[in-house]
C-alpha cells in the first residue's frame, strides 16, 4: 500500500498547498532570466499545468501498465515504477536550487506515471499474492492507503511542517520516502502465482 495507491492520494492532495509559493517562484525565475514579469494569467496558466500534467502522466502510466505487467511481471514493475518515483522527487527538491518551474513540470509528470502503475498494480499484485480468507481484506488496503495518502498530503502540507516558502520543495519530493522504503522491501516479496505459472511454466512455485 505505501508504495501502491498512497502515492496517488499524497499527489491529490498535497498540491495544493504550495500553490502560492510556487506561482511566486514561477514568477521570480522568469524574471531572472529575462528581466520582466510574467502576466498573472500566464503564471495561472503555467501552475495549472503543472497541477493536471499529472493526470496526463497517470493516464498514460495506466495505459501502458496491463503491456508491461505481462511482460515483465509485477514486482519487476513495481520496483521500476520506485526509481521512478524517486527521479521525481529529485526534480522536485532540486527545482529551487536550480532555478527551474520546469523541473516542477517534469517531476510532477513522472509522479504521474508512477502513480497510474501503482494504483493499477497495487489490487492486482495484493489480490494474487494473498492468501484466499485474506483476499477481502488485502484489496481493501487500496481504498484505505488511498485515504491515508490523501491525509497524509494534508498533515504534511501545513506551514508549520513542510508548506513553508522555504521548504516546499521538500513537501513536494517527501513521497519518494515511501517509494525508498517499497524498492528497499519489495525483493523479499513473493512473485506473482498468476506470472509464475503462466509465463514461467513453474507450478510448484505457483
Known amino acids: 500500500g505505501i508504495g501502491g495507491s498512497f502515492p496517488y492520494g499524497f499527489h491529490i492532495s498535497v498540491i495544493n498547498y504550495p500553490s502560492v509559493h510556487i506561482r511566486k517562484f514561477i514568477n521570480e525565475t522568469w524574471i531572472d532570466r529575462h528581466g520582466s514579469p510574467l502576466h498573472p494569467e500566464t503564471i495561472m496558466l503555467l501552475w495549472s ?8 502522466g497517470g493516464f498514460l502510466g495506466s495505459l501502458c501498465c496491463g503491456y508491461l505487467t505481462t511482460k515483465y511481471r509485477k ?48 489490487p492486482q499484485y495484493v489480490g494474487e499474492i494473498s492468501p484466499k480468507k485474506l483476499r477481502g481484506f488485502t484489496n481493501s488496503s487500496v481504498a484505505v492507503f488511498l485515504t491515508l495518502g490523501k491525509l497524509t498530503g494534508q498533515v504534511v502540507g501545513l506551514r508549520e511542517i513542510l508548506g513553508s516558502e522555504a521548504l516546499w520543495p521538500w513537501l513536494l519530493a517527501s513521497s519518494g520516502l515511501s517509494a525508498l522504503v517499497q524498492l528497499v522491501t519489495l525483493p523479499f516479496f513473493p512473485d506473482s502465482p498468476s506470472y509464475l505459472l503462466i509465463q514461467k511454466g513453474n507450478e510448484e512455485a505457483c
Open 49 to 56: 499545468f503543472i497541477v493536471s500534467v499529472y493526470g496526463i
Open 75 to 122: 514486482k519487476k514493475c513495481q520496483m521500476f515504477t520506485n526509481l521512478i518515483m524517486l527521479v521525481a522527487a529529485l526534480f522536485m527538491a532540486l527545482s529551487k536550487t536550480a532555478k527551474s518551474f520546469e523541473m516542477i513540470l517534469v517531476g510532477r509528470f513522472l509522479y504521474g506515471i508512477g502513480s497510474g502503475f501503482s494504483l493499477n498494480i497495487h
